[in-house]
Nanobody, 124 residues
Framework: QLQLVESGGGLVQPGGSLRLSCAAS????????IAWFRQAPGKEREGVSC????????NYADSVKGRFTISRDNAKNTVNLQMNSLKPEDTAVYYC?????????????????WGKGTLVTVSS
């Protein structure tokens, strides 16, 4: 059974850092483009960052550019999201997703598998 599980969320003060991890079972993450999404209370889900499966191309939402970094750890079969300089507006449930079909490109469309999410709260 193909499954994604996020971890690493929690409560952090503004300006702090967290590292989210997306672990896979049943398939190898390195073969597929992976994206991180987030959904804040009362808001629509938005794409935060993605990484392609071929050449490691990455993309970031303007709101997180320069603060977040997406990376793969193939030895652990995970995709990580390092989040620095966190702001209260980063508070949300963060989800990772994988696209198994169609394109290998980095993007926030056509995702086939989703994790259940991990809550990130940025507050003093």
């Amino acid at each position: 059974q193909l499954q994604l599980v996020e971890s690493g969320g929690g409560l952090v003060q503004p300006g702090g850092s967290l590292r989210l991890s997306c672990a896979a079972s049943g398939f190898t993450l390195d073969n597929y483009p992976i994206a991180w999404f987030r959904q804040a209370p009362g808001k629509e889900r938005e794409g935060v960052s993605c990484i392609s499966s071929r050449n490691g191309t990455t993309n970031y939402a303007d709101s997180v550019k320069g603060r977040f970094t997406i990376s793969r750890d193939n030895a652990k079969n995970t995709v990580n999201l390092q989040m620095n300089s966190l702001k209260p507006e980063d508070t949300a449930v963060y989800y990772c997703a994988a696209r198994i079909r169609y394109s290998t490109a980095c993007g926030y469309y056509g995702m086939d598998y989703w994790g259940k999410g991990t809550l990130v709260t940025v507050s003093s």
